[in-house]
């Protein structure tokens, strides 16, 4: 059976692939790396934020294969070959700003912008996989993102503009 | 957090045999990376099993197969579940958060260890289930969300997934892959209740694996699951119930009664469903069964608000399920 077991001879670093923001990347880490420590030190986006690093407040929040995964709680080796999108791939050419993050802006959707990163790709995911047809799916949606500034009611505000507002009334 | 070997398999051959001790399969990484950073678990051996093909849903002679590795949202929306096992999928979406629920496998949910800080925080030294032998910190201390059903002098620790509630209620069977074979036990003889060793939680031999749970065809097809947390979401129980009721000519032909929140494991409760079988199906019917299901409970002084809680949370859910009203 060991034909199907890929193993770490001894507890040092594994080299790891995986496409982050469209880019195939290749890198070397020690065994116990998270995604976040990973796209921060490893790969200097440091647009994902570390919060809690226990699965709590959904700072650290990313993409992975097109669904949002708390990458604190996400061990780096396991992403070998998959799609990670990270705050960094919202803005377009020439930095314009992607709906959600013109929406989160004109909605003054963050006081402090700490956990801004992790509410925009969940609410990019919420509208992009459909679950933003009502205030109460929206909520629900985004409620592991903790924001203590308390912005939630212009978070909501913000998400409703993007998937336009056909949604019905809480 | 400390090192370990890291394994990684690509199907349940290469997965199962590996020696108990010390060693942890890796599938949604919800519950083990946490404890893990914690300090908790402290395995020598990681498996990661996350590219292993066990995620399939499929019909199963009238019931469903749920590969070990679904994701709790892969479940929650998936067309037989809604259809067949409504209080399964409410279940699921009101777990944790959307980010959780798309990472945490189903196996991984039946594994979910308890939320009691005096089991999450090393610093406290009184945990029998952490460190056998210590005494029971939250029993002497802080006990709110901890268990009043199933307890034991050395833990009070509370069971904190809301699936396996459902779960139980819709009579789960766990299929085992291990060196020696592939086995099935029941989820409700699968999580063992504290006694004197809390630190065993599982009847899972050494070297096994979940591969499915099996949910036969429900007794009716209306279920359903009534949460009751201290915020709307995004919170474990403080209390909830799965319910599952067959009714005929207004008379309980069947029931499944189970309980979250309040039991050291997923808690079925066969004195509320032998209260509720062949009896009307009324609101006095009801009352009957919820004081049957907490008879046996054992609360202490911060979590004896969750017998009469538990017991409105049962006859509400009844109530919802059979259509009728107060």
């Not at chain 1, 420590?37 to 650290?60: F, I, M, P, V």
């Not at chain 1, 409703?160 to 009334?169: H, L, M, N, W, Y």
């Not at chain 2, 799965?242 to 009714?247: C, E, S």
């Not at chain 2, 207004?250 to 032998?274: D, F, N």
Request: charged content about 20%.
């Amino acid at each position: 059976m060991t034909h199907s077991v890929w193993e770490a001879p001894e507890t040092g670093e594994l080299p790891l692939s995986l496409t982050v923001n469209g880019v195939q990347r290749h890198l070397t880490l020690p065994v116990q790396a998270s995604l976040l420590d990973t796209l921060r030190e490893r790969l200097h986006l440091t647009g994902t934020k570390k919060g809690c690093d226990h699965g709590q407040c959904g700072a650290c929040t990313v993409l992975v294969d097109g669904q949002t995964h708390l990458s604190c709680l996400t061990l780096a080796l396991s992403c070998e070959g998959r799609e990670v999108r990270t705050v960094e791939s919202l803005a377009g050419e020439g930095g314009a700003l992607h709906p959600m993050q013109a929406a989160f802006i004109e909605h003054d959707a963050f006081q402090c912008g700490y956990c801004t990163p992790g509410q925009l790709m969940s609410a990019v995911a919420c509208v992009e996989t459909g679950h933003a047809g009502s205030e109460g799916e929206i909520r629900e949606f985004m409620s592991g993102n903790l924001c203590r500034c308390a912005a939630y009611p212009q978070i909501v505000a913000a998400v409703r503009s993007v998937a336009g507002g056909q949604g019905e009334q809480p | 957090m400390r090192p370990f070997a890291y394994r990684r398999v690509e199907d349940v051959a290469g997965a199962v045999g590996q020696p108990g001790e010390g060693h942890r399969f890796l599938a949604g990484g919800t519950t083990l990376i946490d404890l893990m950073r914690l300090d908790v678990e402290r395995p020598a051996v990681v498996t990661d099993i996350t590219r292993v093909p066990l995620a399939e849903i499929t019909e199963h002679e009238g019931g469903v197969r749920i590969g070990a590795l679904a994701s709790m949202t892969q479940v929650a929306e998936h067309g037989l579940i809604a259809e067949r096992y409504p209080a399964l999928r409410e279940a699921l979406l009101a777990s944790a958060s959307q980010q959780l629920r798309n990472m945490a496998s189903m196996g991984g949910n039946v594994m979910q260890r308890t939320r009691c800080p005096y089991f999450r925080d090393v610093a406290f030294p009184s945990c029998n289930k952490r460190d056998p032998g210590s005494g029971c910190g939250a029993r002497a201390g802080h006990h709110r969300k901890q268990a009043i059903l199933g307890t034991s002098g050395a833990c009070i620790a509370e069971h904190a997934s809301d699936a396996s509630v459902a779960l139980v209620a819709y009579d789960a069977v766990l299929t085992l892959q291990g060196p020696g074979g592939e086995r099935e036990v029941p989820l409700r003889e699968f999580n063992l209740l504290p006694g004197d060793t809390p630190q065993v939680e599982h009847d899972l031999r050494e070297g096994e694996l979940i591969t499915a749970l099996t949910l036969p065809a429900p007794i009716a097809r209306s279920g359903v699951y009534l949460k009751i947390r201290d915020r709307q979401s995004y919170e474990f129980a403080l209390s909830s119930a799965a319910v599952v009721l067959r009714v005929e000519g207004g008379i309980i032909g069947a029931a499944r009664v189970a309980l979250g929140g309040v039991g050291t494991v997923p808690w079925r409760s066969p004195e509320a469903e032998a209260a509720l079988t062949g009896q009307p199906a009324t609101l006095e019917t009801f009352q009957t069964a919820a004081r049957a299901a907490l008879a046996g409970a054992e609360p202490l002084e911060e979590n004896a608000f969750k017998v009469p809680l538990t017991e409105r949370v049962i006859v509400r859910a009844l109530m919802q399920a059979a259509g009728v009203d107060a």
